[in-house]
């Protein structure tokens, strides 16, 4: 380290949190009090490796906004906050209401409303043959797998 650069535990100021887990392991992140709790979740998720965007940063009971200052949210020295990670988002299956009394698709590919293809050489190969034409474009071939397969 040069004689140029300071420390975290250096800076004039600088505030130790203690950020608890539920799962019980504590970090020990150095803050000043004029950080924003962002700067707090994102010094968090380096030590943890868990992304910033699933960190919850809780207090007393209640959420601590990214936006506040260390010092709003009522952090000092030694202060303890919990963590929890949220829960990833869920994906819904939206189901098409004209698909009502039709037969289910008979493939993957049928069911996706795209062309099938064996394999990729199969593919790249179909490809090859339809551009050697003149003219010929991507959206063409695509164009005229799906209707070969009606």
Same mark, same amino acid.
């Given at each position: 380290?040069?004689?140029? %650069?300071?420390? %975290?535990?250096?800076?004039?100021?600088?505030?130790?949190?203690?950020?608890?887990?539920?799962?019980? &392991?504590?970090?020990?992140?150095?803050?000043?009090?004029?950080? =924003?709790?962002?700067?707090?979740? +994102?010094? =968090? @998720?380096?030590?943890?490796?868990?992304?910033?965007?699933? !960190?919850? =940063?809780?207090?007393?009971?209640?959420?601590? &906004?990214?936006? /506040?200052? !260390?010092?709003? &949210?009522?952090? /000092?020295?030694?202060?303890?906050?919990?963590?929890?990670?949220?829960?990833?988002?869920?994906?819904?299956?939206?189901?098409?209401?004209?698909? !009502?009394?039709?037969?289910?698709? @008979?493939?993957?590919?049928?069911?996706?409303?795209?062309?099938?293809?064996?394999?990729?050489?199969?593919?790249?190969?179909? =490809?090859?043959?339809?551009?050697?034409? @003149? +003219?010929?474009?991507?959206?063409?071939?695509?164009? +005229?797998?799906?209707?070969?397969?009606?």
């Amino acid at each position: 380290m040069s004689d140029g %650069e300071v420390q %975290e535990e250096d800076l004039p100021g600088s505030i130790s949190v203690l950020v608890k887990s539920l799962k019980g &392991a504590t970090y020990t992140i150095k803050v000043l009090p004029s950080d =924003l709790v962002a700067v707090l979740k +994102n010094k =968090l @998720s380096k030590q943890t490796a868990i992304s910033i965007d699933q !960190i919850r =940063l809780i207090l007393k009971g209640k959420a601590v &906004a990214d936006t /506040s200052t !260390i010092e709003e &949210a009522k952090l /000092s020295d030694q202060s303890k906050i919990h963590f929890t990670i949220k829960p990833a988002a869920k994906t819904t299956v939206p189901m098409p209401s004209e698909s !009502i009394g039709k037969s289910k698709p @008979s493939t993957k590919a049928e069911a996706n409303n795209r062309p099938e293809v064996k394999t990729e050489a199969q593919f790249w190969a179909q =490809l090859e043959d339809y551009l050697k034409g @003149s +003219n010929r474009t991507v959206e063409g071939f695509v164009q +005229n797998l799906l209707a070969a397969k009606k």
